[in-house]
């Protein structure tokens, strides 16, 4: 499994947008196969910047997800929102204390 973490900052004036639009497609994300959960975060000092956190089965599922046309329809709406260029990380985890919890 691994843990892709987006970070995407809009213009302060299209933060609205990207939220309501998100609402309408996350479920697609987060029910696309391969995917095993997505969380949004909004950074709370400067909330015109989100991160999405999501796991994958693998990195084919991950790049199937990338490749879809959900995503060739996603990202060409948010991308003219955007403040900032967009980063990202797939990583795996060294140490989990969610799981001891």
């Not at 933060?15 to 950074?43: A, H, S, T, W």
């Not at 999501?54 to 990195?59: G, P």
Request: net charge neutral.
């Amino acid at each position: 499994m691994i843990t892709r973490i987006v970070q995407l900052e809009f213009r302060e004036d299209s933060i609205g947008q990207f939220l309501e639009f998100f609402e309408g497609v996350k479920e697609i994300v987060n029910g696309f196969p391969g995917c095993r959960g997505m969380r949004l975060y909004q950074d709370i000092d400067r909330p015109y910047i989100v991160l999405t956190y999501s796991h994958w089965e693998n990195a084919e599922a991950l790049g199937n997800y990338r490749n879809s046309d959900a995503f060739g329809k996603i990202w060409p709406t948010i991308k003219p929102w955007f403040g900032g260029k967009p980063k990202a990380w797939s990583v795996t985890p060294h140490f989990d204390g969610f799981a001891e919890r």
